[in-house]
């Protein structure tokens, strides 16, 4: 009992002596904290979500590659279609052009028109007032001829009165 006593006193001391229960104590509390806090589903986790990331990787650069081929084939024909665009935009310039100057020629015209109408009508009214203007004129000579004719010949005066009582008397009969 002795040597088993000493047997066990000596692994006893082995054991503290090598770090072996320290080991024994780390190995344990990670197989205990293993357990505790679930290590083997979050790896798992994170190694799912590893795969999804790189399976959404490969997706991504599939579409990529399918938008490079489609943007290469739009720009292949990118030179014809501008070409186009710019024939239709030269047509298009022209036949605006065109319509722009045939409506400033319709206006030019009918400027001149109106111009000329209103260039007659001033005219005639100008002309119009001209008229009135020697009429009046003409009037007032005419009353300060006859004015000045009566006054220098008085019987002509009473003969103008007679001659119109007598027009007068041949109304009223």
Sequence with gaps: MVVIKSFLL??????FQ??????ILVVLFFVWAAKKFDFKSKLDAMHNKVIQIIEDAKQNKL?????LADAKDAVKN?????????ADAQ????TISA??????????????LNADKLIAAEEKQLVAGLVKEISKISVEKSKE?????????????EKYINESIDKLDGLAL
Excluded: G
């Excluded at 047509?91 to 022209?94: K, L, T, V």
């Excluded at 000045?148 to 010949?153: F, S, Y």
């Design 99 to 112: 319509k722009i100057l045939d409506d400033a020629n319709k206006q030019v015209k009918n400027i001149e």
């Design 18 to 23: 090598t770090n072996l229960f320290n080991f």
């Design 145 to 157: 001829n006859i004015t000045n004719m009566l006054r220098d010949n008085t019987e002509l005066h």
């Design 63 to 67: 579409n990529s590659e399918k938008a």
């Design 10 to 15: 000596l692994i006893w001391t082995y054991i």
């Design 91 to 94: 047509q298009s310039a022209e």
């Design 78 to 86: 990118l030179q014809n279609d501008i070409d186009k665009i710019n």
